[in-house]
């Protein structure tokens, strides 16, 4: 039995929802239509997906196994769409994506002297955005920042560097050489939505401040209202008289991997991900920007 992924598309509608009448809506057909699309999955699957009571709908343990299988095929399938859709114009391109900070020029310019017929275009991804930007097939091959729920990808690790916090420049420790987790014990944090990527254990208790994007981190560090944490190349692409940034030795360093759709197939990403692996040093070093410069023109050099 193959799956219809029509079928799974109306099921992940419904489940996000967890209304038929909302999620008909947004797919655009009718109810009844929508119910009986569920009810022939659920004959192809030979198992429930959802309980329909007086209190409303909910998944069932069948239900919640499928909604997380259900991303990967369907943003597979979206892939899929996409690549066939560009090569039909006839183009040769790969899109690199990057977390912020990451130089992604040195493995460029190594895989473009390899094949000067392909049009290499960069997309930057937030935390939030890396895995599904990547399943999607918005981006070929990209940069990401651990931790990433590595489900559907393939995950190749390049190199870590070293965590700096970011400190508004009037405060205490804003001018130290370094400072320890313990030094930062208690400060209020500024962070992603998901608590669980941030890398200290030692925040302040009403610690809540959610950010998405490096810039709205920093605006809110220099405006005193929380410390944050970066990597340090990051430092090097967002230099500001208004904040300070202070390694911190005994945090576990940034950890950086190269990633892809496990499903994809692609001699172009096979060979920026050999690109990526022999230039990684370069780019480790990429957070002394005089480096960057050096790799740069040492890299586009002919020969």
């Given at each position: 039995?193959?799956?219809?992924?029509?079928?799974?598309?109306?099921?992940?509608?419904?489940?996000?929802?967890?209304?038929f009448?909302?999620?008909?809506?947004?797919?655009?057909?009718?109810?009844?239509?929508?119910?009986?699309?569920?009810?022939?999955?659920?004959?192809?699957?030979?198992?429930?997906?959802?309980?329909?009571?007086?209190?409303?709908?909910?998944?069932?343990?069948?239900?919640?196994?499928?909604?997380?299988?259900?991303?990967?095929?369907?943003?597979?399938?979206?892939?899929?769409?996409?690549?066939?859709?560009?090569?039909?114009?006839?183009?040769?391109?790969?899109?690199?994506?990057?977390?912020?900070?990451?130089?992604?020029?040195?493995?460029?310019?190594?895989?473009?002297?390899?094949?000067?017929d392909?049009?290499?275009?960069?997309?930057?991804?937030?935390?939030?955005?890396?895995?599904?930007?990547?399943?999607?097939?918005?981006v070929?091959v990209?940069?990401v920042?651990?931790?990433?729920?590595?489900?559907?990808?393939r995950?190749?690790?390049?190199?870590?560097?070293?965590?700096?916090?970011?400190?508004?420049?009037?405060?205490?420790?804003?001018?130290?050489?370094?400072?320890?987790?313990?030094?930062?014990?208690?400060?209020?944090?500024?962070?992603?939505?998901?608590?669980?990527?941030?890398?200290?254990?030692?925040?302040?208790?009403?610690?809540?401040?959610?950010?998405?994007?490096?810039?709205?981190?920093?605006?809110?560090?220099?405006?005193?209202?929380?410390?944050?944490?970066?990597?340090?190349?990051?430092?090097?692409?967002?230099?500001?008289?208004?904040?300070?940034?202070?390694?911190?030795?005994?945090?576990?360093?940034?950890?950086?991997?190269?990633?892809?759709?496990?499903?994809?197939?692609?001699?172009?990403?096979?060979?920026?991900?050999?690109?990526?692996?022999?230039?990684?040093?370069?780019?480790?070093?990429?957070?002394?920007?005089?480096?960057?410069?050096?790799?740069?023109?040492?890299?586009?050099?002919?020969?």
């Open positions: 039995m193959d799956l219809d992924l029509r079928k799974l598309r109306y099921f992940a509608t419904v489940a996000d929802r967890l209304h009448g909302r999620a008909a809506e947004e797919l655009h057909i009718a109810q009844p239509v929508l119910s009986r699309q569920i009810r022939a999955l659920e004959k192809d699957l030979g198992a429930a997906l959802f309980t329909r009571d007086s209190h409303g709908v909910a998944l069932t343990d069948a239900g919640r196994q499928l909604l997380e299988d259900a991303g990967p095929l369907l943003a597979s399938a979206h892939a899929v769409r996409r690549r066939v859709a560009v090569a039909a114009f006839g183009s040769r391109r790969l899109v690199v994506g990057f977390r912020s900070g990451i130089p992604v020029i040195p493995a460029t310019r190594a895989f473009e002297a390899q094949h000067p392909v049009v290499v275009d960069v997309q930057r991804m937030e935390w939030d955005d890396q895995a599904p930007m990547l399943l999607d097939g918005r070929d990209g940069y920042r651990l931790p990433i729920d590595g489900t559907g990808l995950l190749t690790p390049l190199y870590t560097e070293p965590l700096m916090v970011v400190l508004p420049t009037d405060h205490p420790l804003a001018h130290k050489e370094e400072v320890t987790e313990a030094d930062l014990a208690g400060e209020p944090l500024v962070w992603h939505a998901d608590a669980s990527t941030q890398p200290t254990s030692r925040p302040h208790p009403d610690s809540g401040l959610r950010v998405r994007g490096v810039e709205e981190k920093l605006e809110h560090v220099a405006a005193g209202r929380g410390i944050s944490f970066v990597g340090r190349s990051e430092t090097v692409f967002y230099s500001r008289p208004d904040i300070s940034y202070v390694p911190v030795t005994d945090l576990a360093p940034d950890q950086v991997y190269l990633a892809m759709a496990a499903s994809r197939a692609s001699p172009l990403a096979d060979d920026f991900f050999a690109a990526a692996r022999a230039t990684a040093e370069i780019t480790a070093e990429c957070g002394n920007y005089e480096m960057w410069r050096l790799a740069d023109e040492t890299i586009s050099q002919p020969g």
